[in-house]
């Protein structure tokens, strides 16, 4: 299964009292270069999540949000300031005897009023269970972006597979035209020799000699068959699918390098135009192949 090496993906789940969401995004890149935001306070998950983005990707750069709603799970204890409630205690009863014409008396209610009567306390969060579910969520994240990406890998596959049978298509036409070009080499050379001679004899010995020193020169036989080869290689390898991106974006500059030696060789108008054509569809198998992971 061949997979692009942009998407999107996207998860989210109820864990502890916890809800998590994580999403991924990704461009391409030579290698795999993954970048994690999450809240400052869960740092300690991050090595969690980029070994999960590792263990489903192998190329792109991968852009990974977390987020974490912890209200749910959140435990306080709550407890009484004895040396601060007594203090506002104390200082009321002095108040009261102060002032003997107020009606107020020293209440609770008074009491609970003051500041830093009681002191609440957060529970700490147990930080290897939410960095487990952390794992967990980024896990199912990776696999609806895989999902995504494969979608893609199969529409990317089909154009690739198309474009190679139209290469092969292009090839087939060199290796057609080109013994032509040769004969055609011949006719011309024989009309000059005889244009210059008028009615001498012509050494078709010479002419045959010219015609194969000629054919030897523009002879693509050797790049066709290895242009052939390289186009068969590409197929297979796009067909199992995988991580190929580099292996294919190897056979590219092979099948150019072929390519550009068979436009050198040309002296024909009818082939430079094929071997333009050809190259032409190289580039953009080529701007394909930069998608593919």
């Given at each position: 299964m061949l997979r692009s090496m942009t998407g999107y993906g996207r998860a989210e789940a109820?864990?502890?009292q916890r809800t998590i969401v994580v999403e991924l995004?990704?461009?391409n890149n030579r290698y795999l270069d993954c970048n994690v935001r999450l809240p400052r306070v869960y740092a300690c998950a991050e090595e969690a999540v980029v070994s999960a983005v590792k263990a489903g990707v192998s190329r792109g750069k991968v852009d990974v949000s977390v987020t974490v709603d912890s209200s749910g799970a959140d435990a306080v204890t709550v407890t009484l300031n004895r040396p601060v409630a007594l203090g506002y205690y104390r200082a009321l009863c002095e108040l009261r005897e102060l002032i003997p014409d107020c009606a107020d008396d020293v209440s609770l209610s008074h009491l609970s009023r003051f500041p830093d009567v009681f002191q609440v306390e957060k529970t700490p969060e147990n930080l290897e269970e939410l960095t487990e579910d952390i794992r967990t969520v980024t896990q199912m994240a990776v696999e609806d972006y895989n999902a995504m990406r494969a979608r893609e890998g199969e529409r990317l596959a089909e154009d690739?597979?198309?474009r190679l049978d139209t290469l092969e298509a292009y090839t087939g036409q060199v290796?057609?035209?080109s013994p032509e070009t040769v004969a055609?080499?011949?006719q011309r050379l024989t009309e000059r020799i005889r244009e210059v001679l008028e009615d001498k004899q012509i050494d078709e010995s010479r002419i045959l000699t010219e015609a194969a020193i000629f054919a030897d020169k523009v002879a693509v036989a050797e790049e066709t068959?290895?242009?052939r080869s390289h186009i068969g290689q590409f197929r297979d390898m796009v067909r199992q699918g995988g991580v190929i991106g580099r292996k294919?974006?190897?056979?590219i500059q092979e099948m150019n390098r072929e390519t550009n030696t068979t436009g050198s060789k040309c002296n024909d108008l009818a082939l430079s135009t094929i071997v333009v054509d050809m190259k032409?569809?190289?580039e953009k198998i080529r701007e394909q192949v930069q998608n593919v992971e």
């Open positions: 109820s864990l502890h995004r990704s461009v690739l597979l198309g290796e057609a035209r055609a080499y011949r068959v290895r242009l294919l974006d190897f056979l032409a569809e190289l």
